[in-house]
């Protein structure tokens, strides 16, 4: 018999799942917990394969059950349920060990399918990077063409590298997404590791292929392990030796970077070996200059690049209230000012409408075609937010974005 545990402060939520979720499911017992605290004292008496937990608890919240139960029963997997979804909550559930982030409200049925695969085993595995290339299983992933999530853990540093169908996605460390982060995370030296299959990544932040990003980090780690080698001869030398053989001038800032392959020999006969390496993807800091990508986006457009950086998310406008398009990243061969003049009626509707029968303020709505959603969303009081999206798009992290962003659209565009 295998034992799931549901925790929320909610008794309606409770007594739902309690009740509902193993059906199907015989060899499956259902506990339940209105706290944290509760939780733990049911883990330290019962065996419990799953946890499923509300994150907005009174006292020990979510988060801190996870963590307690990642540190002191490392085989029980853990599930966040949460009403009021957000990229930090996101983000750090998933790397303090919760195998899913599931937003209330949720088809019963989709709940038991992911119960089911987590009770089969089926979520992938756990160990040392000691004896094991990360590079290794980021190819055993792009072979097995994986949906998954491998988070690495080091004494000082914490990563996920995420897989959509066997490509590279996503990424995050520290401050670092994308690429910078991807890169940072084959680096580790040491740590645990953790490959979650049937993990959605939360947004798109990688474009290029997987062969690509592999070729790109072994040219990295090659140039790394010169340039290493090189230092550590440097330093062996004698000072007196150094001072000599470079004339008092410190070759620090200097002896390691590369001749361009034309002050050996010429252009016409270089070889593939000559070819300059790509060195180490740059972290972007607040005093970089911006890339010719960005210098040629408006600040309007950076921020509605967060709404198309979502999978299935293809043309994100800001339109005004009075039809006319303001700015706009959109697929190609779509009209984005036909989108804003024809939006305008339809978004205006909806908010008489909300009005008329006393529900208020209009916050966001969706229209559901056959080949995917639109959404509206006002943007202070002169604008609003069209978003279209492909058939089977994840509506919950664009809802997240919308609240993320709306007050940073409305600044940009007062400026």
């Not at 909550?89 to 987590?118: C, H, T, W």
């Not at 490959?195 to 474009?207: A, H, T, Y």
């Not at 339109?319 to 190609?332: E, K, P, Y």
Request: proline share 5%.
């Amino acid at each position: 018999m295998k034992r799931v545990l549901v925790v929320d402060d909610e008794e309606d939520m409770l007594w739902m799942l309690q009740r509902n979720l193993n059906k199907g499911m015989p060899d499956v017992e259902i506990l339940a917990a209105k706290s944290g605290e509760e939780a733990l004292a049911i883990i330290s008496d019962k065996n419990v394969n799953l946890v499923i937990t509300d994150i907005n608890m009174p006292g020990m919240n979510g988060l801190d059950l996870l963590i307690e139960v990642n540190n002191r029963y490392p085989q029980t997997g853990v599930i966040i349920m949460t009403a009021y979804p957000s990229n930090a909550y996101k983000n750090e559930a998933m790397l303090s060990g919760s195998l899913r982030f599931i937003e209330k409200p949720f088809d019963i049925n989709d709940m038991r399918k992911i119960v089911e695969q987590i009770l089969k085993g089926s979520e992938g595995f756990q160990g040392t990077v000691e004896g094991i290339e990360l590079m290794d299983i980021v190819q055993f992933n792009g072979l097995s063409r994986a949906t998954a999530a491998l988070k690495v853990t080091t004494t000082d540093h914490e990563g996920m590298i995420f897989f959509k169908n066997g490509e590279v996605v996503h990424a995050m460390c520290g401050n670092e997404s994308g690429e910078n982060a991807f890169f940072s995370i084959l680096r580790f030296q040491g740590g645990t590791l953790q490959n979650i299959r049937g993990v959605e990544p939360p947004i798109v932040s990688i474009k290029k292929n997987l062969e690509s990003l592999l070729f790109e980090a072994a040219l990295n780690s090659d140039e790394n392990e010169v340039q290493d080698d090189a230092e550590s001869a440097l330093e062996d030398l004698d000072s007196d030796m150094l001072e000599s053989a470079t004339g008092g001038i410190n070759p620090a800032a200097n002896v390691f970077a590369p001749k361009p392959a034309a002050a050996t020999q010429p252009a016409d006969h270089q070889g593939a070996s000559d070819l300059k390496k790509p060195g180490p993807p740059p972290v972007k800091r607040d005093n970089d200059q911006p890339s010719p990508e960005e210098n040629d986006m408006t600040n309007i457009q950076k921020i509605l690049s967060e709404f198309t950086n979502i999978e299935g998310v293809h043309t994100a406008c800001l339109v005004g209230r009075d039809g006319f398009l303001l700015d706009s990243l959109a697929r190609s061969g779509i009209d984005a000012e036909m989108i804003g003049a024809i939006a305008s009626s339809g978004f205006g509707s909806a908010e008489s409408m909300g009005m008329q029968l006393g529900q208020g303020d209009l916050s966001m709505t969706m229209l559901e075609y056959g080949n995917g959603p639109v959404l509206f969303a006002p943007v202070g009081d002169e604008a609003f937010l069209v978003i279209v999206a492909d058939k089977d798009t994840n509506l919950g992290w664009i809802r997240i974005a919308i609240k993320k962003n709306s007050k940073r659209i409305q600044e940009a565009a007062s400026l």
